[in-house]
């Protein structure tokens, strides 16, 4: 490369190139235009090039005439060198998520031709906008997730052909500067993730040309200012989690090109008319909360209303399901958390991937006995909390999906109905009409048989009111398996395999006493079978296969019948029915079973109940409390700061 002394344009972006970048191109003294941004690794997004030998100093120390540098998501991990404020030709500066430290050299602020600068996702990068210039070319500043601190200075006003200004979640403070609203070509203005205070200043009223304002996540105060319904170029305003007051203005249905609003966390008061925001036509995302919301009648005509994608109404004394909601085709997520809702659990749209209910007076889902979602697409942590939602469940089918993370010990606490106490229970597993879950693509109704992967086998078995079974198989769980699952006494087939549950099969598992059938293969178990399994009297099928157990396999009771298969792929076990002896080691004594008040439920009434078949599900399903891995694509920081219910966040960079 270093014999291409005439190079002006190197572009090599998004080429997936890898290791140092070599010292020949510093010898490329007349490039005017560098770009090798994202060369990362397509799966995991690592960074595959490094700029450290030579290092970012020494590489554009001959280049006098550069006007473009950009190295986004090149490994960096060092000072920005002072000479780039030498680089009078510079006209676009972008260095996002490199991993840049220390002290920004206020002197590339003032560079005489610079357009663009970005040095975005650098959050160990510090330092503070200077006085600006008034011959000032700058039209983009983007300093989101950085450790800039400070004021905005009133000489912002000098950069008049500023069209985007984005230093969202830093750690900027004081009053939004008066001189802003000089900026007439402003288009995108991101402040959000700061702590600016005060009011909107009334100056902003020149900035018709906006079409994405985010405000969110500040210290802002005083009444939403008139001179908003003039910005009918709106796409996107977020003044959530601010300290706003007084009522919300009606005037939103004029902004007819809005899609994306949101008002949540705020100290708005009076009532407020849901149709005011409906009446925007082009409205996708909607987000309320803490207020007194009229919903539209519900014998007008709603097939005018805008078809959201998400829909947040948290807190805004509801006392029933928004009617509307049944012509909603392409709703998304839906949160109706903290109402007043009373009645069976409404069943949602078809389209819904995330669906929010907690803390109303619902009905149904504590009577929900089956629970059938294997083979769809759910991905994401299953939450704790979901076992207080379904005390009742008999029968849970998670297979064959895309879940992560470990299981924690609260999640199987509150699963009564599997420790085998529940007295007086019906004849019938009720009908769970009324407890459809989210995402359904059709919904089959099934009399007295369910086909259940049990006992090693396919099988279609008729489901007594007492069989229980849970089945987490084929998904990538991690960790211990809890403790917790040792009360469910009354489990009859439990199916953990092809997951990466690590650390020693639990000895609590001799807790579960109608076992009948116990898989846990595939995994990455170590440590030696517990001698407590052989208690098990009930224990038809067992399978440990392709783990890394060692020692000797216990004898006795239901251990004598169980075949080579049980165990292979386990080359450090050994004895009975493996061909491997153990030498002088010993099996210990058959533990005692505990003792148990639980009566014997013999009951054999066949069951009558409706099974909800999911189809194809996007999406943590976590019952009502589901929908806090969902994401929108629409702006970056849209997506990072959706949802957040608890304060502020720094994104942390990846390490090179």
């Known amino acids: 490369m270093g014999n291409l002394s005439n190079l002006k344009y190197l572009n090599l972006s998004q080429a997936r190139f890898f290791a140092q970048i070599p010292i020949e191109v510093s010898k490329l003294s007349k490039l005017m235009s560098i770009d090798l941004s994202h060369n990362v690794e397509p799966s995991s997004g ?26 986004t998501k090149v490994c960096i991990s060092a000072q920005v060198p002072e000479n780039l404020a030498n680089l009078t030709s510079l006209a676009h500066l972008l260095l996002e998520d490199c991993g840049l430290q220390g002290t920004f050299p206020t002197g590339i602020f003032l560079l005489p031709n610079l357009r663009r600068l970005s040095m975005s996702y650098n959050e160990d990068l510090v330092g503070y906008l200077p006085k600006f210039r008034n011959n000032s070319k700058l039209q983009v500043l983007r300093l989101t997730s950085t450790g800039f601190s400070g004021t905005i200075p009133s000489s912002i006003s000098n950069l008049v052909s500023l069209t985007a200004l984005e230093i969202s979640n830093s750690s ?80 939103f249905s004029r902004l007819q090109n809005l899609i994306v609003l949101n008002l949540q966390l705020n100290n708005f008061t009076g009532p407020v008319k849901l149709h005011t925001f409906l009446n925007c036509r082009q409205l996708e995302m909607l987000q309320l909360s803490d207020v007194d919301l009229i919903l539209p009648n519900t014998t007008q005509e709603n097939d005018t209303y805008p078809q959201l994608s998400v829909l947040v109404l948290s807190n805004c004394s509801l006392t029933q399901f928004p009617d509307f909601l049944q012509n909603q085709k392409k709703l998304q997520y839906l949160a109706l958390d903290s109402n007043k809702i009373q009645g069976s659990v409404p069943i949602p749209p078809q389209s819904l991937q995330g669906y929010e209910l907690t803390g109303n007076r619902l009905t149904g889902l504590t009577q929900l006995r ?63 009409q009324n407890a459809v879950l989210p995402g359904l693509n059709s919904v089959a109704v099934y009399r007295y048989v369910i086909e259940i992967a049990d006992k090693g086998r396919e099988a279609n078995r008729q489901i007594l009111n007492i069989f229980r079974s849970l089945d987490l198989s084929n998904n990538k769980f991690t960790g211990k398996i809890p403790g917790s699952i040792g009360n469910l006494k009354g489990l009859q087939a439990l199916n953990l395999s092809h997951n990466n549950f690590t650390d020693g099969i639990p000895s609590f598992m001799g807790n579960l ?26 224990l038809e099928n067992f399978d440990v296969s392709y783990n890394r157990l060692t020692g000797a396999i216990p004898h006795g009771n239901q251990f004598d019948t169980f075949s080579n298969d049980s165990y292979k792929g386990n080359i450090g076990l050994c004895g009975n029915p493996l061909s491997r002896s153990c030498g002088n080691s010993e099996v210990g004594p058959l533990p005692q079973p505990n003792s ?14 409706v ?46």
């Open 172 to 251: 900027f403070q004081g009053s939004i500067p008066y001189s802003l609203g000089k900026l007439t070509q402003l288009t995108y203005l991101y402040l959000p993730l700061n702590n600016f205070e005060g009011e909107i200043p009334a100056s902003l009223a020149n900035l018709t040309q906006l079409s994405e304002v985010a405000l969110s996540y500040n210290q802002l105060t005083g009444k939403i200012p008139h001179f908003m319904s003039n910005f009918t170029k709106l796409v996107l305003l977020d003044l959530s989690y601010n300290n706003f007051y007084g009522s919300i203005p009606r005037w």
């Open 370 to 432: 089956v629970l059938l979602l294997g083979s769809n697409r759910l991905y994401g942590v299953v939450p704790g909390k979901i076992g207080l939602y379904f005390s009742m469940l008999r029968i849970i089918d998670l297979s064959n999906n895309e879940l992560t993370g470990s299981l924690s010990h609260e999640l199987f606490l509150n699963w009564h109905a599997m420790e085998g106490k529940d007295e007086g229970r019906p004849s019938y597993l009720e009908s769970l």
């Open 611 to 656: 099974v909800i078949s999911m189809g194809y599900l996007s999406g943590l399903v976590s019952g009502v409390v589901l929908g806090h891995s969902f994401t929108i694509k629409r702006h970056e920081w849209f997506v990072k700061t959706f949802g957040r219910r608890h304060g502020k966040t720094r994104r942390r960079v990846r390490e090179c």
């Open 513 to 538: 006493s109608n076992i009948e059938s116990l898989d846990l293969s595939y995994n990455i178990l170590t440590g030696k079978i517990p001698t407590q399994l052989t208690i098990l009297t009930f």
């Open 46 to 71: 690592a960074k595959l090039l490094k700029l450290q030998e030579p290092s970012l100093r020494t590489l554009v120390q001959n280049f006098t005439g550069l006007q473009l540098l950009r190295l």
């Open 596 to 609: 148990s008040n639980e009566e014997d439920d013999t009951s054999s009434t066949l069951v009558e109940w």
